[in-house]
């Protein structure tokens, strides 16, 4: 994969704190620039596909309770996180 020169404006206090991130990770700042800017890419691809997922199961009827998703979120950041909610409200249950 061949690289591209682009030019970005930054604000001073950006640019400093960039240059300073950049000399402590023994890189350029145009590497640290790259890596924030793809991992900001593929977080939003991720989001985008998750928000088409949810999208195509509310079109199938398919959705998931508020039950379920807070008791997902309630084991957030512990030992025993439960996987994702899969959906468990139908047009037919409802």
């Not at 950006?14 to 790259?34: C, F, H, T």
């Not at 928000?51 to 957030?76: P, V």
Request: proline share 4%; glycine share 2%; hydrophobic share 40%.
């Amino acid at each position: 994969m061949g690289t591209t020169p682009y030019s970005i404006r930054l604000d001073d206090d950006l640019r400093k704190s960039l240059e300073k991130e950049a000399e402590i990770e023994d890189r350029s700042p145009a590497q640290l620039a790259v890596r924030a800017i793809r991992s900001m890419l593929e977080a939003k691809a991720a989001k985008r596909a998750a928000i088409d997922a949810a999208l195509a199961d509310a079109d199938q009827g398919k959705f998931i309770s508020a039950e379920a998703m807070n008791a997902w979120i309630d084991t957030w950041d512990s030992d025993n996180e439960l996987p994702t909610p899969k959906a468990d409200i139908t047009r037919d249950t409802v």
